[in-house]
């Protein structure tokens, strides 16, 4: 998408208009050329009446102030020991960082201030080492947090936590977002990093449903570096915990947190909730998606080219895949009802998401229906894609007298000489009816 068209944005604002994002900062993104950018996306998302809370780490000034002062920090991170001199180091360190990001606020005419709203209590002895002045997140004071929200004031809130008796903890950062993302329900959390989201193996991540990252690490969590492995748990966490969509992104991409907000193919890795997709009955209104959608494939004679009139007619046979709301695939599904058969037809995903099984999620969807309906045979029509539908889908290779009757004459007349692929269905029992 590109950032200048401002139809793209809008079509997002009223999905967020009052919502609550939590963007945690890497201690490092602050001194990157890019942060004064990250500052005024900030403040467009504010003046698009998006609320932003920043959680900030300061685990690369405490190692640069600790080389400075020549003194070894016994944990960077907060997720280790924590002695006296490493918490003098983060007191400093965080409270430098803080009143910078301040200042970077202010120079966007935002409202910010750091209040103390983390309570937290010690960490204890792990494993037979007492961790000091490490601490853990006890509750958040999302009363304080909210009324800063509904005057229109940033916080800003550092890596530290106290308790009730005037203690100071060092806390992990990223628990730290984790944890007010979900007492303040935030719709998004945005860790901020300088890497390109999650990496698994080489690859990089582009989306995955929190189920599949948790099965991911479960199965083979060496696949990830140990800092990968520590976001990724936290991105489980916070989703597991109600926040819906998490995002891990690049903060030194002059575009990377706006396009990663604004745009549903986005820059860095989101790792969601369930619900985040949906497969659902297009309506009219779905007309022109569906014509820009599959569009390509006509052009490459991939699939037959439908007039508006042709969709509009047979709308309620189209089922749209969303994400973010927004449609990257569809399908279609024509009934003969007469000789229970059906077919699947105009299946086609954006080439963005490609290659993550949703075709096949909506071939499954539209048999499942199918057998719903009582229908014992699905046919397909393809020129190119009749490989996939055998080796995916299993489908078999079929004849033109397999077609219905009134699908048999369309055929003959178009002369594609399109492949019909067939597959029988099962009639689904009435334990296992949904």
């Not at 400093?92 to 983390?118: F, K, M, Q, W």
């Not at 993302?181 to 990089?204: C, E, M, N, W």
Request: one cysteine or more; aromatic letters at 6%.
């Amino acid at each position: 998408m590109k950032l200048t068209d401002l139809r793209g944005i809008l079509h997002y604002v009223p999905q967020f208009r009052d919502r609550t994002f939590i963007l945690a900062l890497d201690g490092g993104i602050v001194g990157d050329e890019n942060f004064t950018t990250l500052l005024l996306d900030v403040a467009l998302l504010w003046s698009l009446n998006i609320r932003v809370v920043v959680v900030h780490g300061a685990a690369e000034q405490i190692r640069m102030l600790a080389e400075a002062q020549d003194v070894q920090p016994s944990d960077l991170e907060g997720t280790g020991v924590t002695d006296g001199t490493t918490l003098q180091l983060a007191l400093t360190a965080a409270t430098r960082l803080t009143h910078e990001i301040l200042e970077g606020l202010s120079v966007h005419d935002l409202r910010a201030a750091c209040p103390n709203v983390v309570v937290a209590h010690p960490a204890g002895v792990i494993h037979g080492v007492d961790q000091l002045f490490t601490g853990r997140v006890e509750r958040i004071d999302t009363a304080f947090l909210q009324s800063l929200l509904d005057q229109g004031v940033v916080p800003v809130v550092p890596p530290l936590g106290f308790d009730g008796n005037g203690n100071t903890y060092r806390l992990n950062s990223d628990s730290v977002a984790v944890a007010i993302a979900a007492q303040l329900k935030a719709v998004k959390l945005i860790f901020v990093t300088s890497h390109p989201g999650l990496v698994y193996r080489g690859q990089p991540i582009r989306q995955m449903p929190v189920g599949d990252l948790t099965g991911l690490m479960e199965q083979d969590d060496a696949g990830f570096s140990p800092e990968m492995l520590s976001r990724a748990r936290h991105a489980v966490r916070a989703c597991t915990t109600g926040v819906p969509r998490v995002h891990i992104i690049d903060g030194r991409l002059e575009e990377g947190l706006l396009a990663e907000v604004f745009d549903n193919h986005g820059l860095g890795t989101l790792v969601h909730t369930n619900t985040y997709e949906n497969i659902r009955p297009a309506t009219k209104k779905d007309v022109q998606a569906i014509q820009l959608l599959t569009r390509q494939a006509v052009e490459a004679d991939e699939l037959v080219k439908r007039t508006r009139t042709m969709i509009e007619k047979s709308i309620g046979d189209y089922f749209i895949f969303e994400i973010d709301g927004n449609p990257v695939a569809c399908v279609a599904l024509h009934v003969y009802s007469d000789q229970r058969k059906g077919e699947i037809a105009s299946l086609y995903v954006s080439a963005p998401h490609e290659n993550q099984g949703i075709g096949l999620r909506l071939i499954q969807f539209a048999e499942d229906r199918a057998t719903d309906i009582g229908l014992t045979q699905l046919i397909a029509l393809s020129t190119q894609a009749f490989t996939y539908f055998q080796s995916k889908a299993g489908f078999m290779e079929g004849k033109p007298a397999d077609l219905p009757a009134e699908r048999r004459e369309k055929y003959d007349r178009s002369g594609r000489n399109s492949k019909v692929l067939v597959k029988p269905l099962q009639a689904r029992s009435a334990h296992a009816a949904r």
